[in-house]
């Protein structure tokens, strides 16, 4: 029996209040007389597809020790990988070829990140050195960013719709702190301290709103304006590895619609205003009418979803996984959480309510990390067993599975514009 395709996944509305588990429990909360008629609007979810990865088209080689960071450019048109030989490499996609290789760094790039408009690529290193490139020319833009005490745990920049001109960055470190820098003089400009141990992880929220997790166990959030701690969010008992925002791809892609595609990316086109215009729309659309939700995942074993802007209580615990979370995203959609562990498993859990929907078992080994594609339908796993496996979300198993490293997958991505999965890991080579 051949597959059907799947039917276009809608959403319901009434009185703009969308029918999460049944009509019933939607109305209960309004006032509805018997009499009249309801309109019930529906909506289409996703419209575009994207094609599942199903072989490995090349197999990058130039880093000379282990990658432990890859990702694509909000349009998909580049591809970077920090390596632990101290370069950040820039890759030609069309090609599939090297392009530049950025030097700078004097000890291992920990984690990279693009500036939501694709212009910039902030690195940081083992050293607490923070680089930025262009990866037009692979060449380094501005100063060195310099201040943390001791290793950059994590990046993030400032969403294209509170500012087009991609010019502040958040960085987390080892020392405990969180710096904001200002990236056009080249400074810092911020200092949140607050935490009582290593930062693991920083986002900064499409509302204004920075959230930070830390091994002291606890998530702060700060007000990104003037670096205010609005209040920290307790509950898990041990140390905080990662977090998501169900706004995360919005914001990462910025101005770019995956749906409108085309096969050669390129980059947006248009002013600034033009740029924050559009990024603010696609954000708006995304959120809906109430705040970002926040996903934490811990060395406890557990997940917490919270409402960090209305409540510090969490919205649910969501149990299960008998090993440590190491990461843990929203589809881009919202709809689903999905996290990985090492106890080999990936979890899928409801991206509202945190209800547990289903275990994607078929890894040998523990799942480093995770990727969903840009239509919410696929997700990639890469893990120490030295193997990708591509899941469908829809159906709840496993679609295909990519071997071909010759050692453990430490990063995964999936480009925003569908076409590629790159992965790179122990064995130095990067895979297409």
Same mark, same amino acid.
């Given at each position: 029996?051949?597959?059907?395709? @799947?039917?276009?996944?809608?959403?319901?509305?009434?009185?703009?209040? @969308?029918?999460?588990?049944?009509?019933?429990?939607?109305?209960?909360?309004?006032?509805?007389?018997? @009499?009249?008629?309801?309109?019930?609007? $529906?909506?289409?979810?996703?419209?575009? /597809?994207?094609?599942?990865?199903?072989?490995?088209?090349?197999?990058?080689?130039?880093?000379?020790?282990?990658?432990?960071?890859?990702?694509?450019?909000?349009?998909?048109?580049?591809?970077?990988?920090?390596?632990?030989?101290?370069?950040?490499?820039?890759?030609?996609?069309?090609?599939?070829?090297?392009?530049?290789?950025? &030097?700078?760094? /004097?000890?291992?790039?920990?984690?990279?990140?693009?500036?939501?408009?694709?212009?910039?690529?902030?690195?940081?290193?083992?050293?607490?050195?923070?680089?930025?490139?262009?990866?037009?020319?692979?060449?380094?833009?501005?100063?060195?960013?310099?201040?943390?005490?001791?290793?950059?745990?994590?990046?993030?920049?400032?969403?294209?719709?509170?500012?087009?001109?991609? /010019?502040?960055? =958040?960085?987390?470190?080892?020392?405990?702190?969180?710096?904001?820098?200002?990236?056009?003089?080249?400074?810092?400009?911020?200092?949140?301290?607050?935490?009582?141990?290593?930062?693991?992880?920083?986002?900064?929220?499409?509302?204004?709103?920075?959230?930070?997790?830390?091994?002291?166990?606890?998530?702060?959030?700060?007000?990104?304006?003037?670096?205010?701690?609005?209040?920290?969010?307790?509950?898990? =008992?041990?140390?905080?590895?990662?977090?998501?925002?169900?706004?995360? $791809?919005?914001?990462?892609?910025?101005?770019?619609?995956?749906? @409108?595609?085309?096969?050669?990316?390129?980059?947006?086109?248009?002013?600034?205003?033009?740029?924050?215009?559009?990024?603010?729309?696609? !954000?708006?659309?995304?959120?809906?009418?109430?705040?970002?939700?926040?996903?934490?995942?811990?060395?406890?074993?557990?997940?917490?979803?919270? /409402?960090?802007?209305?409540?510090? &209580?969490?919205?649910?615990?969501?149990?299960?996984?008998?090993?440590?979370?190491?990461?843990?995203?929203?589809?881009?959609?919202?709809?689903?959480?999905?996290?990985?562990?090492?106890?080999?498993?990936?979890?899928?859990?409801?991206?509202?309510?945190? &209800?547990?929907?289903?275990?994607?078992?078929?890894?040998?080994?523990?799942? !480093?990390?995770?990727?969903?594609?840009?239509?919410?339908?696929?997700?990639?796993?890469?893990?120490?067993?030295?193997?990708?496996?591509?899941?469908?979300?829809?159906?709840?198993?496993?679609?295909?599975?990519?071997?071909?490293? =010759?050692?453990?997958? !430490?990063?995964?991505?999936?480009?925003?514009?569908?076409?590629?999965?790159?992965?790179?890991? &122990?064995?130095?080579?990067?895979?297409?």
């Amino acid at each position: 029996v051949l597959p059907q395709d @799947e039917p276009v996944p809608l959403a319901f509305f009434v009185h703009d209040a @969308e029918i999460v588990a049944s009509l019933e429990k939607t109305l209960a909360g309004q006032t509805v007389e018997t @009499e009249k008629v309801l309109d019930i609007i $529906y909506q289409p979810q996703a419209v575009f /597809r994207v094609r599942a990865v199903t072989r490995c088209t090349s197999s990058l080689e130039g880093h000379t020790e282990a990658v432990i960071s890859v990702a694509f450019s909000p349009t998909g048109k580049y591809l970077a990988s920090g390596s632990g030989d101290t370069t950040v490499r820039f890759w030609d996609l069309s090609t599939e070829t090297p392009q530049f290789t950025a &030097k700078g760094h /004097r000890h291992w790039v920990l984690s990279i990140a693009w500036s939501p408009d694709g212009k910039k690529l902030a690195s940081g290193c083992k050293n607490s050195q923070i680089f930025l490139w262009d990866p037009a020319t692979g060449s380094q833009i501005g100063r060195v960013l310099t201040g943390h005490s001791k290793w950059i745990t994590c990046l993030c920049w400032e969403p294209l719709h509170i500012n087009p001109e991609c /010019r502040y960055l =958040a960085s987390a470190s080892k020392d405990g702190s969180i710096r904001i820098w200002d990236t056009l003089m080249g400074r810092c400009d911020k200092i949140l301290t607050s935490h009582t141990q290593s930062v693991t992880c920083v986002k900064w929220g499409g509302d204004g709103l920075l959230y930070s997790s830390s091994q002291d166990r606890t998530i702060k959030v700060w007000r990104s304006q003037d670096g205010v701690l609005c209040r920290t969010l307790q509950g898990h =008992a041990h140390w905080v590895n990662t977090m998501a925002l169900s706004t995360d $791809y919005v914001l990462r892609t910025g101005a770019f619609e995956p749906a @409108e595609a085309t096969i050669n990316p390129q980059d947006v086109s248009g002013s600034l205003a033009e740029l924050k215009d559009k990024a603010q729309q696609r !954000y708006d659309q995304v959120r809906g009418q109430e705040p970002e939700r926040l996903v934490s995942g811990s060395d406890d074993f557990t997940l917490f979803l919270w /409402r960090p802007a209305e409540d510090k &209580k969490p919205l649910e615990r969501m149990t299960g996984h008998q090993a440590l979370i190491n990461q843990v995203l929203f589809s881009p959609d919202t709809r689903i959480i999905a996290s990985a562990s090492f106890d080999k498993s990936i979890k899928l859990w409801d991206g509202r309510t945190g &209800k547990y929907l289903t275990s994607l078992r078929g890894h040998v080994s523990a799942v !480093y990390q995770i990727a969903w594609s840009a239509d919410s339908r696929l997700l990639v796993s890469g893990s120490s067993d030295s193997t990708l496996k591509v899941w469908d979300a829809k159906m709840k198993k496993l679609a295909i599975d990519l071997p071909g490293h =010759a050692d453990e997958v !430490y990063a995964t991505d999936w480009s925003p514009d569908g076409q590629r999965v790159a992965s790179g890991g &122990k064995d130095k080579c990067l895979r297409m």
